[in-house]
């Protein structure tokens, strides 16, 4: 029979035994959270870095689409645009300083004009929430071209009617141009 020195040796080895598993475990644990406080460390330091020179971000609503890919115009409710991006810029040509000058309607071909007027005196009476035009545009260097526009109400303050109409155009191929670049597809697919 073992004797109690040894019995105590026994318990106290199985209440350590636990232990030692974990303290072979403890060194892995602080690599990793000195790994962690690195990486924070790190995160704090690119924030620090770009700090003076990141685009602040801007609530106010009329820079929500400055960057977006797509054309994205405002007009207050006499017509004139008070917003857009610089895709709208490209889309038809002019220049920011040429369309901050104009009238939406001096945009619109005149064949498509009545219809435009009527959709757009709709939106901004309030009448309709949202519309979508499709029709001919005019462009910087004076050929008109095809586009879609979907246009919906802008109200920064609950009112009867809106304060502005905001609008993503897209410019549509239209029949002639749909041919000619099929054509030249199967062209380039035949080679």
């Known amino acids: 029979m073992p004797s109690d020195l040894v019995r105590l040796t026994q318990t106290i080895a199985q209440m350590i035994a636990p232990v030692v598993g974990l303290q072979a475990i403890i060194p892995r644990i602080e690599n990793l959270a000195h790994a962690i406080e690195n990486k924070r460390d790190a995160s704090d330091g690119i924030a620090l870095l770009y700090e003076g020179q990141a685009v602040p971000y801007r609530t ?28 709208y810029c490209r889309l038809f040509g002019f220049s920011s ?8 309607a001096d945009l619109v071909h005149e064949a498509d004009l009545g219809r435009f007027t009527e959709l757009n005196r709709q939106l901004l009476s309030g009448e309709v929430e949202s519309v979508e035009f499709v029709g ?12 879609r526009s979907h246009a919906w109400t802008v109200r920064r303050r609950p009112s009867r009617k809106p304060e502005y109409a905001a609008a993503v155009v897209q410019r549509l191929a239209t029949e002639e141009e749909f041919a000619i670049g099929f054509e030249r597809c199967a062209d380039k697919l035949s080679k």
Do not use: C, D, M, Y
């Open 60 to 87: 106010h609503w009329e820079n929500l689409f400055e960057f977006a890919p797509l054309a994205f115009g405002v007009v207050n409710s006499k017509g004139r645009l008070v917003s857009f991006n610089e895709a």
């Open 97 to 104: 300083k040429q369309l901050r000058t104009t009238q939406l």
């Open 136 to 147: 001919k545009r005019i462009t910087r260097k004076g050929s008109p071209i095809l586009t």
